[in-house]
């Protein structure tokens, strides 16, 4: 995602409904997939744009599904 969309999205300018419209998330919330899934994250980097680039990208990644994450489930 966009390092910027996400600065104006934590500084309160990017209202959460605007960002759920931006094209990354289209079709569904990938973090509401990943909370779901019980994936946590598990590191973040920023990704360099190049020079006509209009953004750096910020690149989560998630981990295997964490016991502490998701709900009890029997057998």
Do not use: C, H, Y
């Amino acid at each position: 995602m966009s390092a910027r969309d996400l600065l104006q999205l934590s500084a309160g300018v990017l209202r959460q409904d605007a960002f759920e419209q931006l094209p990354f998330m289209a079709r569904s919330n990938p973090f509401l997939q990943k909370l779901a899934q019980g994936q946590i994250i598990t590191a973040a980097g920023l990704e360099k744009g190049d020079a006509e680039a209009d953004d750096d990208w910020i690149v989560l990644e998630f981990g295997n599904p964490d016991p502490a994450a998701t709900a009890f489930r029997g057998r």
